[in-house]
């Protein structure tokens, strides 16, 4: 950890490196810019997730390794690193509120916490399904309500207003369980690492789709939609992102392995912004790299 810690300098500078701002031949995406903080010894360390402020025209870049949550405006430069007054414990995942509330997943203390800027306010949320401990993974919005990826059972739980479970996501066959998930139009999409398969869920918690990954991906561990009917799917051991259509046939494949621009060191998470553009939480290079075509 202490040596990763050293030579991120080093990376955040390889990252400008000409040369490498073309994602891929053959794919429409060209990388625009990076979300990172490159004074030594302040650089994100082992980011985890990105959210956006669609009104403000803001990133928030979750920095699981400092316990902090980092803001950029579009152009990509660095507004304000907020840490609650050093409370923040591993945040792993958020969500902004429209009135500017966030809930945030700290692993730290296994908490789903609810963050009030303004009034300085945090107030942590232990969950339970029944009698039954849940691991706050993943968070998302849908309909206004908050849905949490439980990472001990695999299912994603959307909650009520008083947190309480109000309906389940789950695939009782997964090896492994749902590993990421996004909300579009109403329905659920989810990823099942360990099966490389994709699951769309109706609103009632059945599965109408299942979409297999085959052998093109290795380790898929996010995925994200764009308003075509496009799947990506992010491959972290081949550091590559897949793309297939909304029936489930691989497309193609773009980005690699490396530190340089448009390069991928054990990406994390893969989102589109409100603009249309794609982001990549790189945890490996302590950046977010956003794309556009």
């Not at 010894?41 to 985890?48: C, I, L, Q, T, V």
């Not at 509120?97 to 997943?105: A, H, I, K, P």
């Not at 299912?155 to 579009?184: M, P, T, Y």
Request: proline residues 4%; aromatic residues 10%; contains cysteine.
């Amino acid at each position: 950890m202490i040596k990763l810690v050293k030579i991120l300098p080093l990376l955040a500078a390889l990252a400008f490196l000409p040369g490498a701002a073309a994602a891929q031949e053959g794919s429409p995406w060209q990388w625009q810019l990076s979300l990172l903080i490159d004074t030594p010894g302040n650089a994100m360390y082992m980011p985890a997730a990105v959210a956006f402020d669609r009104e403000s025209e803001r990133y928030y870049a979750v920095d699981t390794g400092r316990n902090r949550l980092v803001s950029f405006n579009r152009q990509g430069e660095l507004l304000r690193a907020f840490t609650a007054d050093d409370r923040l414990q591993a945040p792993f995942d958020m969500v902004r509120l429209d009135d500017g509330r966030l809930w945030v997943v700290e692993k730290g203390r296994n908490s789903l916490t609810l963050i009030d800027i303004g009034a300085r306010k945090v107030t942590p949320h232990t969950l339970h399904d029944g009698d039954r401990l849940v691991f706050p993974h993943r968070i998302a919005l849908g309909e206004g309500k908050l849905h949490v990826l439980d990472r001990a059972s695999g299912q994603i739980l959307r909650l009520n207003a008083d947190l309480g479970v109000e309906q389940r996501f789950r695939c009782r066959d997964c090896l492994g369980g749902i590993s990421d998930f996004v909300i579009s139009n109403g329905e659920i999409w989810a990823l099942e690492t360990r099966d490389r398969k994709i699951y769309r869920f109706a609103d009632d918690g059945a599965i109408s789709q299942t979409i297999s990954l085959d052998q093109e991906a290795s380790f898929p561990v996010s995925l994200a939609l764009d308003g075509g009917g496009f799947v990506y799917v992010l491959d972290r051991q081949r550091n590559s992102i897949l793309t297939y259509d909304e029936n489930g046939r691989f497309r193609y494949r773009f980005l690699g392995p490396g530190h340089a621009r448009g390069q991928l060191h054990f990406p994390r998470q893969l989102r589109f912004d409100p603009w249309g553009r794609l982001c990549v939480v790189d945890e490996g290079n302590g950046r977010v790299e956003i794309y556009s075509r």
